[in-house]
């Protein structure tokens, strides 16, 4: 089983370089930030809690999130691997997934780091906001507690899948074709 880990900060193109994974390798994609955006579309209490940070470019409680990934993971049990985007975000997530793979005989395979500069950031979200009609892309500020917070709570988990020999750096400057071509070619090494 194939379980990688798209890591990076918002706007560093998991959600689209996952839409490419997900074809060549045959993965089912878990994107908790599209798994969030459907609880609040639903209007469901979970989704209301969760707007109220996302909103503000916080985190959403822990115990919310990985609460969703059980569920799915439950959920999708004859599946050739997952690609999980966006989650773990913390440590406590990280080890949570941990957890809920190993005690399934299915770790963790790799992290995919997708390394892009702060300014393209923000560029890339400004101009997303434009048109997706996400509230955290439209405004500057959210943005920037955005990448903040990326570097306080969810950087550190490099460490995390370091230490168990699992990271991998992927430059995620250019177009999304040669994003794509590098990301292959690590996850091929898998
Ligand atoms: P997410 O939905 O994960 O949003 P994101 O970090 O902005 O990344 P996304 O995947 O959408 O964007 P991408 O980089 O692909 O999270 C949203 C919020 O939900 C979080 O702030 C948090 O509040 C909450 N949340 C989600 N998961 C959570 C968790 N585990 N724990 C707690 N809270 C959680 O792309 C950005 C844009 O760049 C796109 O428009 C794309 O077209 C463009 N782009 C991509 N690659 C490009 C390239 N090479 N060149 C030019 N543009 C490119």
């Known amino acids: 089983m194939l379980n990688l880990v798209l890591f990076g900060p918002p706007g560093a193109g998991k959600g689209t370089q996952a839409d490419f994974l997900i074809e060549k390798f045959e993965l089912t994609h878990l994107s908790t930030g599209d798994l969030l955006r459907s609880e609040i579309a639903a209007n469901t209490p979970l989704g209301l809690e969760a707007k109220k940070y996302m909103d503000k470019g916080e985190l ?3 115990e919310v999130v990985i609460g969703m990934i059980g569920n799915k993971l439950e959920a999708n049990k ?3 691997g997952f690609i999980f985007d966006g989650f773990p975000r913390t440590v406590a997530q990280a080890e949570a997934l941990d957890n809920l793979l190993n005690g399934n ?6 992290m995919l780091c997708l390394e892009v500069e702060k300014q393209e950031l923000i560029d890339r979200l400004l101009t997303r906001g434009k048109t997706s009609g996400r509230s955290d892309d439209q405004d500057e500020s959210i943005i920037e507690n955005r990448i903040q917070v990326y570097h306080e709570k969810t950087s550190p988990l490099k460490d995390y899948y370091l230490a168990q020999d699992k990271q991998y750096s ?3 400057m250019g177009t999304i074709e040669e ?3 590098r990301l292959s070619e690590t996850v ?3």
Do not use: C, F, R
């Open 179 to 181: 994003i794509a071509e």
């Open 170 to 172: 992927i430059d995620g």
């Open 60 to 62: 959403v409680p822990d």
């Open 78 to 80: 004859e599946v050739k």
């Open 105 to 110: 005989g299915m770790p963790v395979s790799g």
């Open 188 to 190: 091929n090494k898998l």
